[in-house]
């Protein structure tokens, strides 16, 4: 009756516990809101990190990182306490890419000029703001969602910041700085 009992409640616990996991992984890979991912860029603070190498690296993210980007140049790596990061360029394109304790990939960012934005973009930008010149996009790839764009522009008496993610374009427009 005992081992009756205790196989009844381990079973139990299992099923729960099993439940509990998928629903947190459910509720992790539904969309964020502009409000949401904007809080989930995460920055480094430089009083907080440190510089390292390669071999002070988890394996998993050195592992991802050469065969991603095998052609870097200039890598630099940073530990912070909660992530790996690691700084590189390749063809005129600045790139970070942070990696979690695990060395598991979190997101990666691109930073270039309005020629390497894709095309498709690029004209959705400049039919919408034609006033406006790109001085500088940053894009980020993160698990589970699309790319985002993050276009900065500079207008002869404005600033904008647009987003572009999923096909819908944010903007934040602002008063351009009196010099």
Do not use: C
Request: proline share 3%; net charge negative.
């Amino acid at each position: 009756m005992k081992k009756h009992l205790v196989s009844e409640f381990v079973g139990i616990f299992f099923s729960l516990t099993t439940s509990v996991v998928a629903n947190g992984q459910f509720i992790a890979s539904k969309s964020q809101t502009s409000k949401e991912f904007t809080t989930s860029v995460r920055s480094v603070q430089k009083d907080l990190v440190a510089q390292g190498y390669r071999n002070d690296i988890n394996v998993r993210a050195v592992r991802h990182f050469l065969k991603n980007f095998d052609n870097a140049a200039n890598e630099e790596w940073y530990i912070a306490p909660d992530m790996v990061v690691v700084t590189f360029a390749i063809n005129d394109i600045s790139y970070r890419v942070d990696y979690d304790k695990q060395g598991g990939w979190i997101e990666t960012f691109r930073t270039y000029d309005w020629k390497k934005l894709p095309s498709a973009v690029r004209e959705a930008v400049r039919s919408g703001y034609p006033d406006y010149n790109i001085l500088l996009v940053q894009e980020v790839q993160m698990l589970m969602h699309p790319i985002n764009y993050f276009i900065h522009l500079e207008g002869t008496h404005k600033l904008a910041n647009l987003r572009i993610y999923d096909g819908e374009i944010e903007e934040e427009i602002f008063e351009k700085p009196k010099q």
